[in-house]
């Protein structure tokens, strides 16, 4: 059994209702949510000129190998219907895997750990909520750590208490 460590997010449509069905479709095909962030809003990253994204953690106790888990979360994402059409660009659902365990990968389909975890805000406060201590297996610092030294300038804001 693997611990992973995913973040997910949107911006299209009913965002907290997308994220729910991520969710549901996460438990049915990947494993078991061990824990849960509150959501947050966080202006777009990168392609500034479009909706702000709704964004979670979550930690996933799953039997899947990282790159299966990976197609998994990619199949979800067409299943909600997901289209990559501009990069950074506005999308219905996300699924990134941000850490599993203490693995470090790179491979044409996934690397790990993520490799903007440390740039990205909106992914380390919601990750720092439900694994503060946890260590990024390449800086070797705690995610916690990671948050107070990033400098990334976007304002994110919480918009749900954590689900029970």
């Given amino acids: 059994m693997r611990t992973a460590y995913l ?10 209702h997308n994220l729910q069905h991520a969710m549901e479709l996460i438990v049915g095909q990947c494993g078991d949510i061990l824990l849960a962030s509150a959501v947050y809003e966080t202006a777009a990253w990168g392609l500034t ?8 953690a979550l930690s996933l106790a799953t039997t899947l190998e990282p790159e299966q888990l990976m197609r998994t979360l990619l199949d979800i994402e067409e299943t909600m219907g997901r289209k990559r059409v501009v990069k950074l660009g506005p999308r219905i659902i996300d699924l990134d ?5 203490g693995l470090v990968i790179e491979s044409d389909l996934l690397t790990l750990p993520h ?34 030294e990033c400098s990334d300038p976007l304002d994110v804001q919480k918009k749900t208490a954590v689900p029970d």
């Fill in 7 to 16: 973040l997910t997010g949107g911006n299209l449509g009913d965002r907290q």
């Fill in 49 to 56: 000129d479009q909706p702000a994204f709704y964004n979670q």
């Fill in 97 to 101: 895997i941000l850490l599993i365990d």
């Fill in 115 to 148: 490799p903007a975890l440390p740039f990205r805000r909106f992914a380390l406060l919601p990750l720092a909520e439900i694994a503060p201590a946890l260590v990024h297996p390449v800086s070797h610092k705690t995610i916690r750590q990671m948050l107070l």
